[in-house]
């Protein structure tokens, strides 16, 4: 038999992507993954139910919770257990020789990965942030199509984080042992905290740059950049949040591809194995 | 033109302050070789290097004269069967090993085509829909088998491969892994049960303390060992009149055993020991049923190879 060559470029890339079963929720991850994500949209629902007065207030009541809800910590903490998974799992499984001993490039595994990382978030958070536009329109459907614009850009920047959050923990599942705990820790102290400290402090987490994009593109009030203090912020140009959060996405990946080139399989086992000789 | 030559150059390996391979020099050539040792002597490491999956600290791996590590050509030429019975187990076994032809450059028919001839050939065609989570200990290993088998590789390592099996399906392997041999595969195995690797080829490399202690085939170590005396077991008629005889040859015994109707001797100059018994024979002074050399085995040669190294220590 001659073993046909290993594929190369954006087709091992592909064929990375479609072949990865890692890190794919399911069980009582995906449980606990679609609560997470559709617990404003049954909150809501509920409080719907129960009392007319609840009645959302149009976009802006969508953009608040998008805001608060998804930017702040549903969508980060989403991507924690799906980008950390990509790789984290296969080397506390032992199962990372099936991906690292194939004849593909570091490049390709790791961009395989993030893009079914990637996929997955958004598959998991868009369908509940499209239900709560319409929930929050549901009393508005004469401005329904009036604000499809916003509901576009408002889903561009969630994807464009996703990404970009995809990236970053898939990093920490390559380089750190508790990878999980780590990002809990970075969504906490840089997402949820930094992120409304004045000063620009807030400029280093990205979660201030997709409310900074999100309030240009749509000018609506529930993007407004706001400190702990409830005083608003001085936007910046959406073209650097653009590329901050790219920049930070980009970068996670390149040091996923050097920290891969690196890494060993089974290397704490052998060090066991040669100790206790 | 690839020959699937590996060689290791002067290769060391530390994890911390512990030493898993000390400066070894080690060549794999076409057929079986196996990797011998007790647990901790450097085996897993040194098949850690082999299939690229680590680094060496000093030294070189190549496979054909070129680098291992990072080197698609090279990892494309290579099938492994790790320690440990980890895949994924939420998988069936076709899905796994078309997973694996993919990332391998097969197309969805080909690799389709390929996961069911390899399974067959492993002996799993009956469980090839199951998950592989309910699976046994055999089966696993037996699908890790048909994974490294998968892309006809050059060379095959294989890490305990016979860990769990049960006596029908170590049968089995080793058969599988001398008919992988006997086809001009490099199959490089490792075990630290003695008589596993010697079912399976002739051709072995003894490690301990991430050092090579020996290599070549198992009577070619023995002859190393010229300092240590061999036994050997004479059924012979009269047993007491044969040890007699021998034991007026000046030296030529250093140890002698009497059975009911053998004797267990002890030589260190086993070559005039065989011309004292075949002129004996051709001068029928002396009838010899039988001569059966006691530690042409592994197990014999392992246990000098580690006092002689304990000796000079």
Known sequence: MNAPKAPRGFAATRVVMRTNTTGAPRGRRLVGLLLLVWIPVILQIVALSLSDS???????????????QYILFILPLTMIFLGTASFGDEWAGGTAHYVVGMPVSRAALVLGRWAAAVRRGLFLVLPPVLAKFLLSMAGFHEALTHYLPELLSTVLVLSWLTMAYAAVFLLFGLFLRRAVMVSFIYVFVLEMLTAFLPQNFATFSMGFHSRNILFHLTGNEGYRLR??????????????????????????????????RRKECGGEATAADAASS | MSSGVVRIESVSRWFGDVIALNSVDLEFTKGVTGLLGPNGAGKTTLIRLLTGLALPGSGRVLLDGHPLRNNLDALSRIGYVADGDALYDELTARRFLEDQAAMRGFSRAAGKQRAVEVLERVGLSDAIDRRSGGFSKGMRQRLKLAQAMLHDPDILVMDEPLTGLDPVMRRDYIRLTRELGDEGKTVVVSSHVLHEIEAMTDSIVLMRHGQVLAEGTVAE????????ARRIRLVAEKPRFFATRLLQEDGLLSGLVLETNALVVETRHPDRLCAFLGQAAVDRELDVCSIEPLDDDLTSVFAYLVEKRAGRA
Do not use: C, Q, Y
């Open chain 2, 221 to 228: 170590i023995r002859d190393k060992l010229d300092t240590h």
């Open chain 1, 227 to 260: 400190t702990t203090n409830l005083m608003d912020v001085e936007p910046m140009a959406a073209g650097w949040s653009v590329a901050w959060i790219g920049v930070m996405g980009a970068l996670a990946l390149f040091l996923s591809t050097w920290a891969l």
């Open chain 1, 54 to 68: 609840a009645r959302a207030h149009g976009f802006n009541s969508f953009a608040s919770g998008v805001n608060g």
